[in-house]
């Protein structure tokens, strides 16, 4: 692809002559960190964790992103097709539940040949598809019969939030479709689809928007995970703020008991049934990985 359009940004940059595009990345697939996660929903982690694959890079840039050091292009190791297939493979010999592709959207097609190549060679545990949402329909469509598990955040139905904190007004418009297409090429697997919501301290409201509309669209055909574990990361934050000449203060402070507990008296209101939630211990613990000493040669000798 000469002109990347993988995502809704569109920059049309050349990444094939290792030009960057919003995402940060040049058509090199770059991998952060592959290892055993047990951190996420139990049908994904199981009982011998998720084999998470964390892409670098990242196309939507939330200013409160837990992952920022990887989603702005700070850590990673270059790897080929063939040794991206060797960490899938290497992650089913561990004991991996399934392969869990993180942030993947940027390197669909560099995966989808990887993914092709391990399932000839022997990959047999189900495909996890893990994103923001912020997704073209066409790239989700490219991996149809490849996904056997569709991960999508649903982050905002308001505009406003979504261009105050990814700079994406149509954040919503879009991730909407992008869920619509990942519920159609899984429709009637348990689970085929698991859409996750992390509530933002100061934003309830927008939080039961999005419960709202994923119930009424979707019903008890998919399952709903509302996470309570944002956590305030400071330093990025105040970056944000000089950068855009913002003030992000509403998100230096962790989500309150009480908003969070407003949030699910308003799913079991509406009969969500299917749901995930987290417990006060869960959400004091870390959910974000070491992504600094992470090294392709020791993860295969592993």
Not at 14 to 26: A, I, P, Q, Y
Not at 267 to 287: H, N, P, R, Y
Request: charged residues 25%; aromatic residues 10%; hydrophobic residues 35%.
């Amino acid at each position: 692809m000469d002109y990347c359009n993988l995502c809704p940004r569109g920059c049309k940059v050349n990444r094939n002559l290792g030009e960057k595009g919003v995402c940060g990345e040049t058509n090199e697939i770059r991998v952060a960190r592959a290892s055993l996660h047990m951190w996420e929903e139990p049908p994904i982690s199981g009982d011998t964790g998720s084999g998470t694959v964390f892409f670098s890079g990242c196309p939507l840039h939330c200013v409160f992103c837990q992952n920022h050091n990887i989603a702005d292009g700070t850590n990673g190791q270059v790897v080929t097709v063939d040794e991206l297939c060797s960490i899938f493979l290497h992650l089913e010999e561990k004991g991996a539940k399934n392969i869990n592709l993180v942030t993947a959207t940027h390197f669909v097609p560099e995966i989808r040949g990887a993914l092709i190549k391990a399932k000839r060679e022997g990959l047999s545990i189900p495909i996890v598809y893990n994103t923001s949402s912020y997704e073209s329909v066409d790239t989700i469509r490219y991996l149809n019969g490849l996904v056997d598990i569709y991960l999508p955040d649903l982050k905002y139905v308001s505009p406003e939030l979504s261009k105050l904190y990814s700079n994406a007004p149509d954040y919503f418009d879009v991730a909407k479709e992008a869920i619509k297409e990942m519920y159609r090429q899984v429709e009637g697997k348990d689970p085929g689809l698991i859409a996750r919501h992390l509530v933002l301290p100061g934003c309830v409201e927008d939080s039961k928007a999005v419960l709202k509309y994923l119930y009424e669209t979707y019903g008890d055909n998919i399952y709903i995970s509302i996470m309570s574990q944002y956590t305030p990361l400071l330093p990025v934050l105040e970056k944000e703020e000089k950068l855009k000449n913002k003030d992000f203060s509403e998100l230096k402070r962790k989500l309150l008991k009480e908003e969070y507990d407003e949030v699910i008296d308003f799913a079991c209101d509406l009969g969500i049934t299917k749901a995930f939630v987290q417990e006060g211990e869960a959400a004091e613990e870390s959910f974000i990985p070491d992504f600094e000493n992470w090294n392709l040669e020791d993860f295969l000798r592993s």
